[in-house]
């Protein structure tokens, strides 16, 4: 299984981005697809994720409002757009993947077998 994550970049605050989680085709229909973020000198953190299968979401409380998780069935991509940045967003963003999951590991890391490499997001003041 494959991730790739892009679409991170350097933007000012109050703007937006865009990034997308591109995977290799799953065998299962029930995984979730995660994103997680890690500022220098931090853990990583839970941001938001999505059931493939109904895509329900669930995201960060101090995202909420701002970010949007989403998935095209057809690209076998997710998305999360972000929108409102503050310079506490910096961070480097990684998504990650797995099948099965139990409801309460969804913003564990370590719950997660796959992931992608991370792309950059600097938000300026």
């Known amino acids: 299984v494959q991730l790739q994550a892009s679409g991170g970049g350097l933007v000012q605050a109050g703007g937006s981005l865009r990034l997308s989680c591109t995977t290799s085709?799953?065998?299962?229909?029930?995984?979730?697809v995660g994103w997680f973020r890690q500022a220098p000198g931090k853990e990583r953190e839970f941001v938001a994720a999505?059931?493939?299968?109904?895509?329900?979401?669930m995201y960060l409380d101090s995202v909420k409002g701002r970010f949007t998780i989403s998935r095209d069935t057809a690209k076998n991509t997710v998305y999360l757009q972000m929108n409102g940045l503050k310079p506490e967003d910096t961070a480097v963003y990684y998504c990650?993947?797995?099948?099965?999951?139990?409801?309460?590991?969804?913003?564990?890391?370590?719950?997660?077998?796959?992931w992608g490499q991370g792309t950059l997001v600097t938000v300026s003041s």
């Open positions: 990650a993947a797995d099948w099965n999951m139990v409801q309460s590991t969804i913003r564990t890391s370590r719950a997660y077998d796959y």
């Open positions: 085709a799953f065998t299962f229909n029930d995984y979730v």
């Open positions: 999505i059931r493939w299968n109904g895509g329900n979401t």
